[in-house]
């Protein structure tokens, strides 16, 4: 996973819904491969966006890798529900499941990948145990349940750490919450292969296209 591409994977929270179509268009135009769904369920955390339906409706509007960040309590109840409405890849986070090796196990035999999801106030280590059973890792870069908030570098700390063990198990190794075209920077280099933008890319200043393509540039390049 190591030599794996970098991927910017857009996060439709920030995009116009009224023509999200035309929005993950664009970002499709700039090469765009993969979409991140920020389902939210005003328990979990405290903000509400959508379910299985609008991931189905997506599914009819694109064939980018789906992955379903499902904000959720009880997530269990509706793996299934969003894997059939479209999702390529599902990401949990541990606290929300009953047993997350359970979890992981019923993700991958509906026959999507899947991921577990760190918060800021979790240590990296607690997704040891499930390395073999897990396909992703996304570290939150900001407390779960909005856009547009700043990005927080401590919780890159324990990475190093855990980087060879991700390597071994080839996880794709993901972070979401703040990035920009300044942020990305000081992600670079560090073992992460996909970089969530929500506001960064769809936003006022440009196109959601123009915006991933400055993204995955610096991305790659690093300037
Ligand atoms: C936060 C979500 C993120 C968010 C990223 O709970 O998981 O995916 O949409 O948005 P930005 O890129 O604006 O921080
Ligand atoms: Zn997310």
Redesign the pocket.
């Known amino acids: 996973m190591s030599n794996a591409k970098l991927q910017i994977s857009p996060?439709v929270?920030?995009a116009d819904f009224s023509r999200l179509g035309e929005q993950i268009a664009s970002v499709v135009e700039s090469g765009g491969e993969v979409l991140?769904l920020?389902v939210?369920d005003g328990h979990y955390?405290p903000n509400l966006t959508f379910g299985p339906l609008l991931v189905k409706a997506i599914r009819k509007m694109t064939d980018m890798i789906l992955e379903a960040?499902l904000?959720i309590s009880e997530p269990d109840k509706y793996i299934d529900d969003f894997i059939k409405a479209g999702a390529d890849i599902v990401l949990v986070h541990p606290s929300t499941c009953a047993s997350v090796s359970e979890t992981l196990k019923h993700i991958r035999a509906l026959g999507a990948k899947a991921g577990l999801v760190v918060n800021p106030d979790e240590k990296l280590t607690i997704v040891e145990p499930y390395l073999g059973e897990m396909d992703q890792l996304l570290i939150?870069s900001?407390v779960?349940?909005?856009?547009?908030?700043s990005f927080m570098p401590e919780v890159l700390d324990d990475l190093p750490g855990l980087r060879p063990a991700l390597e071994d198990y080839h996880i794709l190794v993901e972070i979401?919450?703040?990035?920009?075209k300044s942020t990305i920077k000081s992600v670079l280099n560090q073992g992460i292969h996909r970089f969530?933008?929500?506001?960064?890319v769809f936003n006022k200043q440009a196109s959601p296209g123009e915006n991933f393509t400055l993204l995955q540039n610096l991305a790659i390049t690093g300037k």
Do not use: R, T
């Open positions: 996060s929270l920030s991140h920020d939210m955390v960040h904000m939150m900001v779960p349940g909005f856009g547009g908030q979401d919450g703040g990035i920009n969530v933008a929500g506001s960064a």
